[in-house]
């Protein structure tokens, strides 16, 4: 049977920065909102180094950010947002990182998570490669009762990578257009008039592109079981029509 994503009553979306869960799928937050999942939002850095003026204090920065990112999370929907505040584009500690959001996935028991992918070939934002692989190997141990973090053990099910260099979903945001671009106008911080302006053309005209069948505009996803992300534990596999083995890793369970 197909792997229904709307079904997932709790949401977990891990982000670099204040900005790419809605950058990248807002149109699938909105619809699961909607659908009645609550929605966590993990921001993994203090996203301070991408802010415009110059002049501007980092306690200043700070509250306008976190003023920015409720008003975008109130258009989507999202019930909850939280903050680790590693330093923007500066040092992180991996497995701390690793451990914090092992911690955070035993308490919001997240039936997906959903975060970027760490794989997408010519990324060079080390926070997106980090946060991404960070996510996906805490969602591949939050279930392992003697991992050294506070919380019952909580096996996280599905993983979804967005920012994917080989999606195998696309989901149909059609009629989430207007809300999923106008949350977007609340990211000014980052944004001037033409850089906003920029974005909504090109994300307009990428989800244009890869919409479903019969649909106006679509986001793309890797869903996978987390079972998959470690030693390729889901193997090839032989179609029951004999001929070519698949690699079926990225199947939903
Ligand atoms: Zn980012």
Redesign the pocket.
Known sequence: MAYDLFRARRVLAV???Y??NDIAIGGTLCRLADAGAVITYLTVTDDLV?VLDPALLPAEATEQLRAEQHEAGVIVGVAEQRWLDWPDAGRIDIVTLRDQIVGVMREVQPEIVLT?DPWLAYET?R??IQTGSATLEAAMMAGLARLAVSGAPWNVPTVGLYFAGEPNAVIDTSSVQERRHRALDAYRAQFDADGLAGLHAVLDRHESAQAPVGATHGEALRIMPSGALHCGVRPLRRPASGGAFIDDRGATP
Request: proline letters at 10%; a negative charge; glycine letters at 10%.
């Open positions: 982000q670099p920065h900005d790419d991408g970027c934002h926070d997106h």
